[in-house]
């Protein structure tokens, strides 16, 4: 707008100048000529294209406001009720509070779409409207990253259908996974061994990704960093980084990877959880069928080894995770599988091996290799959770002696037994519950005091009574509970009855005939027989 000015000042100013203007600032020509006039009014609204003489103060957002705008969760309409409420209880009353399109302007000019986000859900609805940096990508197996995440696929496990739960490390320069493992339940420290053992060795079926890297990230999870899990690294020695809660962004690499497998792979197999479905219901079909774990398994194993070798991501710039791992000259840190096995495992200490083998757990493990070796120091490690088997080393020299298995492991069929009574016992214990906490209420609409339904009319109350009053109490006695007192001595039991009025017995005949007892009867001492 200076530029028009001092065109009209000099009298150079043309239409074509008006017109070049309003194509620049995608404005009608008019609007350009009423710029112009109002500069010329008032030099100051030439500060910037489009400003406007300002005849009064403008609406700002103060910290009322924003403190309103976070208690009402980003509503305006119930903000300016709220200002508009407050000015009407001050004495004298204040004046009015802007009107709402004033206030919607006020918001959208003076706050930026991260604060009003923030206001509304908080800080992670804020974090969405951040801009972030990249990390400059480092070399092969520099930093990894780790995390669990639940599929929200149902896959059939022994009869039910769960969500299992994928554990995995990526490599930040080449995204290539590097290790993988599939747990049917929640996973544990167990999952994230298997997990590194399997990220760690480039032996068939692993490699070629692979070796010990410098740093892996984690964020915070209580299985990443239990005590085992720890030890594992310091063995290795790995540097783990662990990130604050709630910072995905901090490690964008295996979040990616999370969000590529849902839409690449477990959106299109049967008992997606997350599938548009038709009805007023999102249920999953009667009919559908689910995958088996094995085939579940199998399936995210052949597409890992897709993503790997055929896949190009738009960072790698056209190349596979596979070239890219093959172009890093970047030497590696292998760890042959028997130290890594070792490496793995839980310590448990050292025990004694007995005749009856090794006590651990309050449980005896055998194996075919102590013939001859009752008496010896051994250091027990083990997987957490495989309660079937336990790894046995010399104590002194740390040789590797073999596995030991459980003396007296049950069968399948007395596991099956044993878990359908637990099931049983929890569905009965859940009916006990639920019976217990079957009290409803009425629905009100207006403050009063809660009335609960089923209530109970006299006559029913009556008879509910009177059903219990000839109920035979005697069923219901435990003596093997509590037992009987002992009755006083002036009382006449049946065994004292008994021996006042048995007659003494006949002396046998001597022909061999049997004596005739008289007619017996009993007398109390009032007379009656």
């Known amino acids: 707008m200076r530029r028009l000015l001092a065109l009209r000042q000099e009298q150079k100013l043309t239409t074509r100048h008006v017109r070049l203007m309003a194509q620049s600032l995608e404005v009608t020509e008019r609007t350009v000529w009423r710029w112009l006039a109002a500069a010329e009014r008032d030099e100051s609204a030439a500060a910037e294209p489009g400003a406007r003489a300002q005849t009064r103060d403008r609406f700002t957002v103060t910290p009322e406001v924003r403190r309103l705008l976070a208690l009402w969760k980003g509503n305006v309409a119930a903000v300016h009720r709220e200002l508009t409420a407050r000015a009407a209880r001050q004495s004298p009353p204040a004046a009015p509070p802007p009107s709402l399109p004033t206030l919607h302007r006020a918001i959208q000019r003076d706050l930026t779409p991260g604060e009003r986000a923030g206001l509304a859900g908080g800080e992670r609805a804020a974090r969405k409207h951040d801009v972030f940096l990249a990390r400059p990508r480092p070399w092969r197996n520099k930093v990894w990253e780790t995390d669990h995440v639940q599929v929200p696929v149902l896959v059939e496990v022994d009869g039910k259908a769960r969500r299992p739960w994928i554990t995995w490390f990526t490599d930040c320069a080449t995204n290539a996974i590097t290790g993988v493992a599939v747990t049917p339940g929640h996973p544990s420290r167990e999952s994230v061994l298997a997990a590194l053992?399997?990220?760690?060795?480039?032996?068939?079926?692993?490699?070629?990704?692979?070796?010990?890297?410098?740093?892996?990230?984690?964020?915070?999870?209580?299985?990443?960093?239990?005590?085992?899990?720890?030890?594992?690294?310091?063995?290795?020695?790995?540097?783990?980084?662990?990130?604050?809660?709630?910072?995905?962004?901090?490690?964008?690499?295996?979040?990616?990877?999370?969000?590529?497998?849902?839409?690449m792979l477990l959106a299109s197999l049967p008992g997606y959880a997350r599938q548009p479905r038709p009805g007023k219901r999102a249920s999953r079909p009667k009919d559908e069928v689910?995958?088996?774990?094995?085939?579940?398994?199998?399936?995210?194993?052949?597409?890992?080894?897709?993503?790997?070798?055929?896949?190009r991501p738009a960072p790698l710039r056209g190349k596979t995770p596979l070239q890219a791992w093959q172009d890093d000259p970047t030497p590696l840190r292998d760890v042959p599988a028997a130290e890594l096995w070792t490496f793995t495992l839980e310590d448990a200490g050292t025990r004694t091996l007995t005749t009856r083998g090794i006590r651990f757990k309050r449980r005896d493990y055998v194996g075919p290799w102590m013939t001859g070796q009752a008496g010896i120091q051994?250091?027990?490690?083990?997987?957490?959770?495989?309660?079937?088997?336990?790894?046995?080393?010399?104590?002194?020299?740390?040789?590797?002696?073999?596995?030991?298995d459980l003396a007296d492991q049950v069968t399948e069929e007395q596991i099956s037994a044993v878990r359908r009574a637990r099931s049983a016992r929890a569905r009965r214990l859940k009916r006990d519950l639920e019976a217990s906490q079957r009290e409803r209420y009425a629905a009100v609409t207006q403050a009063e005091a809660p009335r609960q339904l089923g209530a109970l009319t006299g006559a029913q109350a009556e008879a509910e009574l009177a059903q219990r009053a000839d109920l035979d109490l005697t069923q219901l006695a435990m003596p093997d509970l509590i037992p009987h007192a002992a009755p006083p001595a002036d009382w006449r039991t049946p065994a004292s009855l008994a021996a006042l009025t048995t007659p003494a017995r006949p002396a046998p005949d001597p022909s061999g005939r049997e004596p005739t007892l008289p007619p017996r009867s009993t007398t109390d001492e009032d007379g009656d027989t």
């Open 197 to 263: 053992r399997s990220a760690v060795l480039r032996e068939d079926p692993y490699g070629p990704f692979g070796g010990v890297p410098e740093k892996v990230r984690v964020d915070r999870g209580k299985d990443f960093l239990s005590r085992t899990v720890t030890a594992a690294f310091d063995l290795l020695d790995v540097r783990v980084e662990d990130l604050p809660a709630y910072t995905p962004h901090l490690k964008g690499t295996v979040e990616g990877l999370n969000r590529a497998v849902e839409s």
């Open 290 to 311: 689910l995958l088996d774990f094995e085939d579940f398994t199998a399936r995210l194993l052949a597409w890992t080894l897709w993503w790997n070798t055929e896949h």
């Open 378 to 404: 051994v250091r027990v490690r083990f997987m957490p959770h495989h309660d079937h088997r336990i790894e046995v080393y010399h104590a002194a020299t740390g040789r590797y002696l073999g596995p030991a």
